[in-house]
């Protein structure tokens, strides 16, 4: 069975500094990754996936993210944090049959 | 373009009764899932539909049932509410994706999520 691990409960940062929210997979096959985010009382809004292709994927307001295979990670990054971002990220895999499974979550908080 | 959306948005009921939460989405989406998201769990996948009329379990099924009559509408129904199912609920939309991948029958399209609908069980 498919995981994903975030290792981090909660991320803090200051803001303008780069921020990276980790995430590692356990899966069979070939990973298909996804990073979400979800604000206050509000649902998932997707950021980014990883299919194939290049490593390093960009996303919405302006998040990327690293796809290493030999270390399975798919790690989040913002070059520079904003207070705005603070919210709960969600990295997950895809199952076959468009099913996600989603790591427990980090939170992230940026301090101005 | 509402998009998907779930009613209600907050419910509470007691244990025993029978709660029906509601999803509904206007993009003609083939696919259709509901979540719940529990602390220190993330989202844990309860059913899910790849087409009207077609319907699967997922990872934590039991305590609910689904039906999927008409394409855009995937009602969640609780039927006899317990005190563990008190969580919040996300319902999730995706097309059926053309990657070509494993021959055209794994889609690797995303996910589109409703606002969730707060459930307290009594």
């Known amino acids: 069975a498919q995981s994903v691990a975030q290792p981090e409960d909660q991320v803090n940062v200051a803001e303008g500094n780069p921020l990276t929210v980790k995430c590692t997979y356990s899966?069979?096959?070939?990973?298909?990754l996804f990073w979400y985010v979800q604000y206050p009382n509000r649902g998932l809004q997707f950021l980014l996936k990883?299919?194939?292709?290049?490593?390093l994927v960009k996303g919405s307001y302006g998040f990327e993210a690293e796809f290493n295979k030999s270390q399975t990670s798919f790690h989040l990054k913002k070059p520079s944090a904003l207070v705005s971002d603070s919210a709960l990220y969600f990295c997950a895999s895809m199952e076959y049959g468009n099913k996600l499974v989603f790591g427990a979550g980090t939170i992230l908080r940026v301090k101005s | 373009d509402a998009g998907i959306t779930q009613s209600p948005r907050y419910k509470i009921t007691e244990t025993g009764r029978q709660v029906t939460l509601m999803c509904h989405q206007t993009w003609s989406h083939s696919y259709m899932f509901w979540y719940r998201q529990d602390l220190g769990h993330g989202l844990r996948l309860i059913y899910y539909?790849?087409?009207?009329?077609?319907?699967d379990k997922g990872e934590v099924p039991d305590g609910y049932v689904v039906s999927r009559s008409k394409t855009e509408n995937f009602p969640l129904t609780l039927e006899s509410a317990t005190r563990s199912q008190t969580s919040v609920y996300f319902c999730?939309?995706?097309?059926?994706?053309?990657?070509?991948?494993?021959?055209?029958?794994?889609?690797?399209?995303?996910?589109?999520f409703g606002p969730g609908t707060r459930l307290t069980v009594l």
């Open positions: 990883y299919i194939t292709g290049d490593n």
């Open positions: 999730a939309s995706s097309e059926k994706g053309r990657d070509g991948l494993a021959g055209g029958r794994f889609s690797t399209d995303t996910q589109y």
């Open positions: 539909s790849a087409a009207a009329d077609i319907t």
């Open positions: 899966v069979s096959g070939n990973p298909y």
